[in-house]
Every structure is written in structure tokens, then in C-alpha cells.
């Protein structure tokens, strides 16, 4: 079992940066990938980025590349996603997941285990 809660969410303005955070609590969180999830009002939940369980490797959604950069910290049972140069349309709430099964599909949200309950981004323009 994995419980996740993140923090770290507000509001900013365009062009503004915000690091959300996610802590894990369980045994195995240095096992599974991670990834974080977004899901803007009237829209489905949708892939932003992905680690795997030592951090060498990581997937990013185009519209978020270059932008956000996810990373953990495995000795701190943590997760982090760092987003510069924030856009209005990143607006949404933000989830992360963890996923502790073998495979290597990271954008599909029902590949992923254990979810944490959301924090909100408002970007104003």
C-alpha cells in the first residue's frame, strides 16, 4: 500500500513558478514510477510527467516539456514537480500517482495504482 498527499498548489500568474510536492508513505514507494496527472474543469485527466522508481529516466507530456521538471527523493519518501514560465491553460487540479506494477506505459492514468487526492493550480494571465 502507498498513501499519497500533495501540497504546494495555489495561485500564481502567467510566467510565475510553483514546486508541488508529493509524500508517500509505505513501504514501497521506492519501487513503483511515479507520475504526475492533471484534470482541468470539463476535460479528462491527463499524462504530465513520469519517473521511474531511481530516477534515471523521465517522460513528459509535449506541452509541458522543457517547462516542468518532475524528480524524487527516494530517501524522503517524496515526489516533487517543478513548473516554470506557468501558462493560464496549465490550470487544473494536480495529481499524483504511483505505479508498482511492472511496465513501461506511463501516460495511461489506469496503469497507476494509488492516487493522491488532488491540489489545485490556478494560473491568472
Known amino acids: 500500500q502507498v498513501q499519497l498527499v500533495e501540497s504546494g498548489g495555489g495561485l500564481v500568474q502567467a510566467g510565475g513558478s510553483l514546486r508541488l510536492s508529493c509524500a508517500a508513505s509505505?513501504?514501497?514507494?521506492?519501487?513503483?514510477?511515479m507520475g504526475w496527472f492533471r484534470q482541468a474543469p470539463g476535460k479528462e485527466r491527463e499524462f504530465v510527467a513520469a519517473i521511474n522508481w531511481s530516477g534515471s529516466a523521465t517522460n513528459y507530456a509535449d506541452s509541458v516539456k522543457d517547462r516542468f521538471t518532475i524528480s524524487r527523493d527516494n530517501a524522503k519518501n517524496t515526489l516533487y514537480l517543478q513548473m516554470n514560465s506557468l501558462k493560464p491553460e496549465d490550470t487544473a487540479v494536480y495529481y499524483c500517482?504511483?505505479?508498482?506494477?511492472?511496465?513501461?506505459?506511463?501516460?495511461?492514468?489506469?496503469?497507476?495504482?494509488?492516487w493522491g487526492q488532488g491540489t489545485q493550480i490556478t494560473v491568472s494571465s
Open positions: 509505505g513501504r514501497t514507494f521506492n519501487t513503483c514510477a
Open positions: 500517482a504511483a505505479r508498482c506494477v511492472s511496465g513501461t506505459d506511463y501516460y495511461t492514468a489506469n496503469k497507476y495504482n494509488y
